[in-house]
């Protein structure tokens, strides 16, 4: 199977794991867990067994040394991530309510994330590659965007199936104002969309109906938490149910299910799936990140391939 090459941010994520309470005053404690949503996804897919590699940059410290490490035990191919002499690896603050639901505050200004140009964009990471995902943080400026256009052309110039998750995070963008615009652009690039329901709104509310999605892309897949799961297609739409499970950390359940998600789609013939082909990877996906909602953190939530091989759909398995 073609490896799934994912693009992006890897950073720590500094998780509100409890409060501590000392002289009359309530402390939050954080506890370091890898993270970075196309980073997640690459973990994902790792996790599960499967081909996976990841193209970003970490600053040269500690925390880039730990996130290193910890990809490279999740079976992701690493070789291509860039390490910049100055600037700072990405920092992340999850803040978590009582039902496992997620607020963040990113330490994120000029690290080595955003710094990334097209120069540093490794040839050979795109060598055979079945599929290119990436997610909106990319696209926060216009020199970031930049070098996610420039991958995408490297990944399209290989024939690879080009994966967008939206992942909106109106505080990394200026003035915290998304722009819709540039969102559109890409969102036209993409084969496969992955998008909250809150975030499907917000774009269709800024002018980019449900047909301009179809324009472009095989299919879009509308996540609602723990409500069914939409798959809009030019063929059609349906609709999954995902299991029912207990949150304990939202964190890394999106991506969880992007990367199973992707797994079950890579290297199929995409343009003769039939309804019941979209039910059963995004069935498969769903069990994928109903696994990691009920585990705490990012990367360690994942399932392992034992813990999913139930759902598969395909026959044999991919890993």
């Not at 652009?185 to 329901?197: C, G, P, Q, T």
């Not at 349906?238 to 207990?246: L, S, T």
């Not at 039939?274 to 939530?301: H, I, N, Q, Y």
Request: hydrophobic share 45%; proline share 6%; charged share 20%.
């Amino acid at each position: 199977m073609k490896p799934i090459l994912c693009f992006g941010e890897l950073l720590i994520d500094f998780l509100n794991f409890n409060t501590a309470h000392e002289g009359g005053f309530a402390l939050p404690e954080f506890r370091q867990y890898p993270g970075g949503a196309p980073a997640n996804v690459a973990a994902a897919v790792g996790r599960l067994g499967a081909s996976a590699r990841f193209v970003g940059q970490v600053g040269d410290d500690r925390f880039g040394q730990f996130l290193t490490n910890a990809m490279k035990q999740l079976n992701v191919d690493m070789s291509y991530l860039g390490v910049h002499p100055t600037a700072h690896t990405p920092l992340a603050y999850v803040f978590l309510d009582d039902s496992g639901e997620r607020s963040f505050e990113f330490l994120r200004h000029n690290s080595a994330d955003v710094v990334m140009t097209p120069s540093d964009l490794p040839n050979a990471a795109f060598d055979g590659a079945g599929t290119f995902h990436f997610c909106s943080n990319t696209l926060t400026d216009e020199y970031i965007a930049e070098t996610t256009q420039a991958a995408i052309t490297k990944a399209r110039a290989q024939n690879a199936v080009i994966s967008f998750d939206v992942n909106l995070r109106h505080n990394l963008w200026p003035n915290r104002q998304v722009d819709p615009a540039m969102i559109q652009r890409f969102l036209r690039m993409a084969d496969i969309i992955k998008v909250s329901r809150e975030e499907a709104d917000w774009i269709e509310a800024n002018g980019f109906t449900v047909s301009d999605w179809l324009a472009t892309a095989r299919a879009v897949f509308v996540t609602d938490g723990a409500e069914a799961i939409e798959i809009l297609t030019p063929k059609g739409q349906f609709r999954v149910n995902p299991p029912k499970v207990k949150a304990v950390d939202t964190t890394a359940g999106g991506d969880a299910f992007t990367g199973g998600l992707l797994l079950a789609l890579n290297g199929r013939d995409l343009e003769a799936f039939k309804e019941s082909d979209w039910e059963a990877a995004t069935s498969f996906a769903a069990a994928c990140g109903a696994v990691a909602v009920s585990r705490p953190g990012a990367l360690p939530a994942l399932p392992e391939w034992a813990d999913v091989q139930e759902a598969w759909p395909f026959g044999e398995a991919p890993v």
